[in-house]
């Protein structure tokens, strides 16, 4: 039987701190990347999703381009 989360933001930024921890990341581009991809997620299974093209650099970094620097941005298309 799987095992409730009583507290899942605790939980995420556990799990977040651990990799951070284990893989020589700062925290802070962690949780930013995290919040990126998660909002991206939301976007993609929402009816609008059709409506925007992702561009920049952060298409650029999931796209595994060599020498693309971290974004703190979402660029898109509309």
């Known amino acids: 039987m799987k095992k409730e989360i009583k507290n899942k933001p605790a939980s995420i930024r556990a799990k977040l701190i651990n990799i951070a921890r284990t893989e020589g990341i700062d925290f802070d581009a962690l949780l930013l990347r995290y919040f990126q991809e998660r909002f991206l997620y939301r976007l993609a299974i929402s009816e ?26 979402i660029d898109f298309l509309a």
Do not use: V, W
């Open 48 to 73: 609008f999703s059709d409506n925007f093209i992702l561009k920049g650099g952060l298409l650029l970094i999931y796209f595994q381009i060599p020498g693309t620097r971290p974004t703190k941005d």
